[in-house]
């Protein structure tokens, strides 16, 4: 049997630039569609790439549940198909974080540093979530006084980037990429006796992480689509075949999926997800910083 690449007829509750949001089939839970659009310097630049949405449908599976076995609580359930997963419904709060460790994008031109400046030390950068006003950049300070976030959110938020960075930059290094830098967002999720959670949700994937091979810098993410260097979605399968998630052969035959072949490889399923009591974010101690007056 193969997987249909239609989207299936389900309530719509947010369609993005890469992804599209449906209702799920049980309380607290929706279904995430991976699109093959790539888009680019906020939708100025929009194509669509067959088979990407795929890749990063696994891959951020992938590595989600990877996470997930590191302590790292985040939305993903499991994979229901070659471009659906099964998440946790969360509030998403509207912060983007980006942890930097090598100087490229947004951070080389804002700051003259050379693209592929090692950091001293890695830079978390903070951005408020909106497509309108082109997801500008704000500060701590910003965060807690207009309310996106209280400090003890923010504190949790950071501390798990910090550990999200380590870990992939150890798993990447293990395959021959170096992480250059990665974008990630975070979702409020309410215990039954309101009791609040903070878990990692979005993806991760080569679409919000800078991903360059360790011996021939290389760009295996999709500043091969911003740049126009082509070759997006071969990349793309490039660092699905480093994780071991698809065959050499690729899933990607004549500028189209191979459904049998993508409908072969199994799903993906965070088990250690499922059985793992969640930590609730503790608002009894005073945060660490004085983030706001």
């Not at 150890?170 to 021959?176: M, T």
């Not at 215990?191 to 080569?206: N, R, T």
């Amino acid at each position: 049997m193969l997987f249909s690449t239609s989207r299936p007829k389900r309530r719509v509750l947010y369609d993005g630039k890469a992804k599209t949001i449906y209702e799920g089939p049980e309380p607290g839970t929706v279904i995430q569609y991976f699109k093959d659009d790539a888009t680019a310097f906020n939708k100025q630049k929009h194509a669509i790439v067959a088979g990407k949405g795929v890749l990063n449908n696994r891959i951020s599976a992938h590595l989600m549940t990877r996470l997930e076995s590191i302590g790292i609580p985040t939305h993903f359930l499991k994979s229901i198909n070659m471009r659906e997963q099964l998440v946790r419904q969360v509030e998403i709060i509207p912060i983007e974080l980006v942890v930097r460790n090598v100087a490229a994008g947004s951070l080389s031109k804002r700051l003259g540093i050379k693209e592929g400046t090692v950091l001293p030390y890695p830079i978390v950068e903070f951005y408020y979530k909106n497509d309108e006003l082109g997801d500008p950049m704000i500060s701590e300070n910003h965060i807690v006084t207009l309310g996106w976030a209280d400090p003890y959110e923010l504190e949790e938020m950071v501390a798990l980037s910090w550990r999200i960075n380590d870990y992939l930059n150890g798993l990447f290094s293990g395959i021959g990429i170096r992480l250059i830098d990665f974008k990630v967002e975070f979702g409020r999720l309410w215990g039954e006796y309101d009791e609040l959670y903070i878990l990692l949700a979005d993806e991760i994937s080569p679409d919000n992480c800078r991903l360059w091979d360790e011996k021939t810098g290389e760009k295996l993410d999709k500043d091969r689509f911003r740049e126009d260097l082509g070759g997006l979605v071969d990349a793309y399968q490039d660092v699905a075949k480093r994780l071991g998630l698809i065959p050499e052969s690729g899933i990607i035959q004549g500028g189209n999926v191979d459904e049998q072949i993508a409908a072969s490889l199994g799903e993906i399923e965070n088990e250690v997800g499922r059985e793992r009591k969640l930590r609730s974010v503790s608002k009894t101690s005073s945060p660490t910083k004085p983030w706001k007056a």
